[in-house]
């Protein structure tokens, strides 16, 4: 799992890093609002955002409200501020959770576990830097949506909800015909999923040879 930490305190930067490494999450710290609107424009795929309010070059809550909230990543704020208004404007504007300074990094761990664990069961899956929000019917590709048709979207469910199993091409087939009414042929579903392939722009859909087609969970 990748966490992002966006916070100035050097020793708060020092004591996460440690402690989430040794639980096994990568982490990235940033310590400005720029650095982090910079970083996030590259488009690597974070599964959490811990956010200071505080930082050197702006507000945190209104970092979230105008450029994280619309990116769809989980966000935790972090801050010294203990005053109820602030702590109902960060769950307001839509943040997960809100751990004051000074924290437990067991009661921090918890928080993350049970905020990565609430989006696991919200129905979103992700392989690689692709997710699939099951309940909504979006995919994202590093946190940013992708145009797919509705046919698109149904063929790419199918393989996500089949995980690590094959889809057959006559599976495939039969449920094309359900959904549209058309009859199709193995060359036209060759053709649709070299169209997702495109709009991807990754490899996460395997072709099993004269079978049909496969996601493995990594």
């Known amino acids: 799992m990748n966490i992002l930490l966006i916070e ?3 020793n708060i930067i020092k004591g996460l890093k440690y402690t989430l490494e040794k639980n096994n999450y990568q982490l990235t710290f940033l310590t400005t609002i720029k650095e982090a609107t910079d970083f996030l424009k590259v488009k690597p795929h974070i599964d959490l955002i811990i956010l200071d309010v505080t930082l050197p070059d702006g507000n945190g ?7 994280l909230k619309n990116l ?27 751990i004051i300074k000074p924290f437990s990094t067991k009661e921090l761990l918890a928080r993350i576990k049970r905020i990565l664990l609430r989006y ?10 692709i997710t699939f929000d099951l309940n909504k019917m979006v995919v994202f590709k590093n946190q940013q949506i992708i145009d797919l048709t509705s046919l698109e ?23 094309i015909w359900d959904w549209t009414g058309n009859d199709v042929d193995d060359h036209t579903v060759t053709v649709y999923f070299q169209r997702i392939r495109n709009k991807l722009q990754t490899d996460i859909i395997t072709t099993v040879k004269g079978i049909g087609y496969r996601i493995d969970e990594k």
């Open 8 to 10: 100035d305190n050097l």
């Open 61 to 67: 809550f209104d970092f979230y409200e105008f450029q």
């Open 72 to 98: 769809a990543i989980p966000t935790l704020f972090l801050t010294a501020k203990d005053e109820e208004d602030d702590i109902v404007k960060g769950l307001n504007l839509g943040a997960e959770d809100y």
């Open 120 to 129: 696991k069961k919200q129905g979103l899956i992700t392989i690689k830097d």
């Open 153 to 175: 979207l149904k063929l790419l469910h199918l393989l996500f909800i089949n995980l690590n199993r094959v889809v057959s091409r006559s599976t495939i087939l039969s449920y």
